[in-house]
């Protein structure tokens, strides 16, 4: 943790932030601990602990820390997988996926893997999100109409499910939904005005009428935070409960980071990506031994903190307050809302992420639809848990695909300048006579090293009166071993037919393992070349005076 980070200072802004997002955060927290299937107080739990963590130890001053959507269908996923429908079973399962997922944070953050959100390319993430959008809402229409329980996440099948049981809709709760989520929506289009509140208070008020209508209500909440260690994994169960710890990991940071780092951005602050890593780790640890949810800095609590007008992590420390001050004095309230109002708000509040503009640049930019498109297929036919993986592995193939590529480019003097360009680009470039320059396009690793260097052979056998070449390795911040190996088979090869090697554009990391690697042809002199015209330069200047 950075020792000159300081904690904030009282600000009336801040106070009035922090009050305004309380009331928008609790009955949240309460129904996203449904979407994950566990208690309503999992969730009040885990909203407290991560507004007060992240408010004393965090970097960004306007990151609000709670449970999300995606963490806790993440979460009922694996519960699910783990324990089948056995409630009191997944509900110890959720606790030690939340404390390993909070260890994962702070073997990460001590690692300073800072950057691991970026194994999540953005297209992945969208894709994902909207998936995960429509499967949030389908398996809260059951508490919206009246529907009986739906379980899994396959979505074909969740539809199926749904139309057998139309017949089965309770008509007074199916009206309460509608028309709570008809108010969240028409509060959208009126500034500060609270929907969320709004509706909450409304349904409170009708609680009883409601409720002698048969429309279920939220019920009691047992609120105790009791210190205690989960049950841990029995011996089958220990690669799995890694492997979904590693993707609750995966998915609250990369949905943290970009919260954290939009928000920076956007008023210039600093961001502390490893800090930031430690104390996600320190709250999920918390609350995986408090019997909590998995919490992340979320982007809807987030912007309501901006809009808000917080101007410090005071914000959020003040909301942790008033939770705590909510769940003493007004528990018994928060008891009565009904659940198609809850389902209502979690419905309303991922239909941001419907939109289909989302994708609007990545077919106006022509790059990245199949992955983006691929993600989507992936959670909606596989779930959730298994459609991030697969969308994480194919982001990850398709990368690797992209690196191995062989592509090579030949390059000639621009307009008798320094510029040198790629011939095939732009065809008035003129080579140097004798001098073959040649420039790998992606960086030179294990997977494309011997490809490459194929290529380069049959550039130099294609000329005739061929004296020298220049390898340009401005895209090759390091060298593996095999391209190590490539390189000196390809530096002998040259030798063969009395024609020297020189490279160009170097790392100074790179030039200093090339001397210590020794490879033929390629002398200290061969190597000290800064730009390919000085290479092309000094080579010149050599053939003139011999």
Not at 31 to 48: C, N, R
Not at 207 to 226: E, K, Q
Not at 483 to 493: A, G, I, N, Q
Not at 512 to 532: H, I, K, T, Y
């Amino acid at each position: 943790m950075s020792a000159t980070s300081s904690r904030p200072a009282f600000n009336v802004v801040d106070l009035l932030a922090g009050l305004a997002i309380a009331g928008l955060l609790v009955p949240e927290a309460v129904a996203y601990s449904g979407i994950a299937g566990m208690p309503p107080q999992a969730g009040v739990i885990a909203l407290f602990i991560g507004l007060i963590c992240y408010g004393l130890l965090g970097t960004s001053r306007y990151a609000i820390v709670s449970s999300t959507s995606s963490s806790a269908a993440v979460l009922a996923a694996g519960t699910l997988a783990l324990a089948g429908n056995a409630v009191i079973a997944r509900a110890a399962i959720a606790e030690t996926l939340v404390l390993f997922g909070g260890i994962c944070f702070l073997i990460a953050g001590f690692a300073r893997l800072g950057g691991l959100s970026h194994l999540i390319a953005r297209p992945v993430l969208r894709g994902y999100t909207f998936g995960l959008a429509v499967v949030i809402a389908l398996k809260q229409l059951p508490h919206l109409g009246g529907w009986p329980d739906l379980h899994g996440d396959f979505v074909p099948l969740l539809i199926k499910d749904l139309v057998q049981t139309s017949n089965q809709v309770h008509a007074v709760t199916l009206g309460t939904g509608l028309l709570a989520l008809a108010l969240l929506f028409v509060c959208e289009r009126v500034r500060r005005l609270p929907g969320s509140l709004l509706v909450i208070a409304l349904g409170v008020i009708a609680s009883p009428w409601l409720a002698a209508r048969g429309v279920p209500l939220t019920g009691a909440i047992h609120l105790h935070m009791n210190l205690a260690m989960p049950t841990w994994p029995s011996g089958d169960q220990w690669l799995p409960s890694v492997e979904l710890a590693a993707a609750l990991l995966l998915i609250l940071y990369a949905e943290s980071y970009s919260s954290i780092r939009g928000f920076a951005l956007k008023h210039n602050d600093p961001v502390e990506p490893n800090r930031d890593l430690l104390v996600l780790g320190v709250a999920n640890v918390l609350c995986g031994l408090l019997q909590g949810m998995p919490v992340g800095a979320g982007y809807s609590g987030t912007s309501a903190n901006e809009a808000a007008g917080a101007q410090s992590r005071l914000a959020g420390l003040v909301a942790g307050a008033t939770v705590l001050l909510m769940v003493l004095l007004l528990l018994r309230w928060i008891e009565r809302i009904p659940l198609a109002v809850l389902a209502a708000i979690v419905i309303h509040a991922v239909s941001k992420s419907w939109r289909l503009s989302v994708f609007r640049p990545y077919l106006q930019w022509k790059r990245d639809r199949l992955l983006a498109l691929a993600s989507v297929v992936a959670v909606l036919s596989l779930g959730i848990l298994n459609g991030l993986l697969v969308a994480i592995a194919f982001s990850l193939i398709m990368l690797l695909r992209q690196l191995a590529a062989a592509r090579l480019s030949v390059l000639g003097r621009l307009a008798d300048g320094h510029d040198f360009v790629d011939i095939a680009q732009h065809p008035d470039a003129v080579e140097p006579k004798g001098i073959l320059i040649l420039r790998p396009e992606e960086p030179l690793f294990f997977a494309n090293a011997e490809s490459v260097m194929s290529l380069a052979r049959k550039q130099v056998t294609q000329r005739a009166g061929l004296k020298q070449v220049i390898l340009s390795l401005e895209e090759s911040p390091d060298l593996d071993s095999t391209v190590l190996e490539s390189l000196s088979d390809f530096s002998s090869w040259l030798q063969s037919l009395n024609i020297g090697l020189h490279v160009a554009r170097l790392k100074d990391e790179t030039r200093d393992l090339l001397l210590r690697a020794a490879l033929p042809q390629l002398s200290p002199q061969a190597l000290n070349n800064w730009s390919v015209e000085d290479a092309v330069s000094a080579l010149a200047g050599a053939s003139s005076s011999t």
